[in-house]
């Protein structure tokens, strides 16, 4: 695949990092596929999970005052921290979406991976990342974050992906026009009406809120062989049910049939 846009990591963030940790292991029967401890320097601790061939990562702050933290205070903790995508050029998005008005977080440069993170604010919703590791082309191949080891955690026969995110907002068509922009993904609409944007690797769809409410990364989908026993699991964990999920580091994770 010469050319590729892959929605390939979610990252959650949570008061304290080991209970939804413990969550994830006793609901998902996932083991943590890698810890960064580089975060440690942003006042963060990680833990990243293998879904399929993308990632469910949990930050939490070490101290008062970092980013995670703020953010947590601002969402009332509810809301995915950062959708992050795996791309073959994150040089040209980055300078497209710097064109679209839209400020650098942070600029991440390192031997074997480049990318960007860009202000929650201009984003809208939740914080975009576009990054490319080096060796990354397959879906199978190395990716920076989860560490060299990524694929030995990887159990399909538990979670085989992570095939779409929801974004709430009361100006859900407003909001999926500007990640258009940004992605240069064209709008399509599922069955249920929604704006929705499918890439090379997941989708993302974006619903109605009602007035008021604030923008905010509200639901994960993941992939299971049995999405019934995943709901009873996250029930005996405490996880309060909401809908067709439960809510696990302030958003909403909807277990989904995996598709043949």
Known sequence: MSDYLRL???CLAAPSLEPVVEAVQQILGLAVCHRDPGVGKYGLENALFTCGHAFLEVVAPTREGTAVHRFLERSGGRGGYMAIFDCSDPERRRAHVQAQGVRVAHALEYPDFWG???????CRATMLEFDRSAGGESLSGAYWPAGPHWRDAQRLDRVAGLPA???ESPDADGLAAHWSRLTGVPLTRNGAGQAELRFDLGAACFVAAPPGTPERLAVVELAVPA???VLAAARRHGCPLEADGFV???VR???VL???
């Not at 960007?116 to 201009?122: G, N, Y």
Request: hydrophobic residues 50%; aromatic residues 4%.
């Open 8 to 10: 390939r990591q979610i």
């Open 116 to 122: 960007t993170q860009f202000h929650p604010r201009d």
């Open 165 to 167: 995110i929801a974004l």
């Open 227 to 229: 999405p019934a026993e």
């Open 248 to 250: 696990l580091a302030g």
């Open 253 to 255: 994770i909807r277990p």
């Open 258 to 260: 995996v598709v043949a």
